[in-house]
């Protein structure tokens, strides 16, 4: 009896533990083309991450990040990223990693242009270089969701 429920805690530790990107994956999947809450980038964000863990408050800032830091090398489909950059030094926009394809990296986001009312879930591609020609230099901090 022991032995069935410490196999039964692990496949559920290791199912649970790998289900959380592909949850997300399949929410931006689900809502492509739609507007999430009022349409702000953080708020797909949590949207996405209460598919998994339905008791997470919703907050998304500078101290509480949710997730686990990962290197730029490790980032995989389902990975949260907070992009800061510009005079403020603050966190500027939060997207999720749709897909990783070599070193090109797309993202799930909403609010990318600046206009609430047309607002809605796309997928492109990270561009640096746009970014930085809009923001100045930009640092991005990677997260496998946890």
Same mark, same amino acid.
């Given at each position: 009896?022991? *032995?069935?429920? &410490?196999?039964?805690?692990?496949?559920?530790?290791?199912?649970?533990?790998?289900?959380?990107?592909?949850?997300?994956?399949? !929410?931006?999947? *689900?809502? @492509?083309?739609? @507007?999430?809450?009022?349409?702000?980038?953080?708020?797909?964000?949590?949207?996405?991450?209460?598919?998994? /863990?339905?008791?997470?408050?919703?907050?998304?800032?500078?101290?509480?990040?949710?997730?686990?830091?990962?290197?730029?090398? /490790?980032?995989?489909?389902?990975?949260?990223?907070?992009?800061?950059?510009?005079?403020?030094?603050?966190?500027?926009?939060?997207?999720?990693?749709?897909? &990783?394809?070599?070193?090109?990296?797309?993202?799930?986001?909403?609010?990318?242009?600046?206009?609430?009312?047309?607002? *809605?879930? &796309?997928?492109?591609?990270?561009?640096?270089?746009?970014?930085?020609?809009?923001?100045?230099?930009?640092?991005?901090? !990677?997260?496998?969701?946890?």
């Amino acid at each position: 009896m022991k *032995k069935l429920i &410490v196999m039964l805690l692990l496949i559920n530790l290791n199912v649970f533990g790998q289900s959380h990107q592909e949850q997300i994956i399949d !929410f931006v999947n *689900k809502n @492509k083309g739609c @507007k999430i809450g009022t349409g702000l980038c953080y708020e797909l964000v949590e949207a996405a991450i209460q598919t998994f /863990n339905p008791s997470f408050d919703g907050t998304l800032s500078k101290k509480n990040r949710y997730g686990t830091p990962v290197k730029l090398s /490790n980032v995989m489909p389902g990975d949260i990223v907070f992009m800061s950059g510009g005079s403020k030094r603050s966190i500027n926009h939060v997207a999720i990693v749709y897909s &990783v394809n070599g070193d090109d990296i797309y993202l799930a986001e909403q609010n990318t242009k600046g206009n609430l009312r047309d607002s *809605k879930v &796309v997928v492109r591609f990270l561009s640096y270089s746009t970014l930085e020609d809009y923001y100045g230099k930009i640092t991005y901090k !990677f997260y496998h969701p946890s």
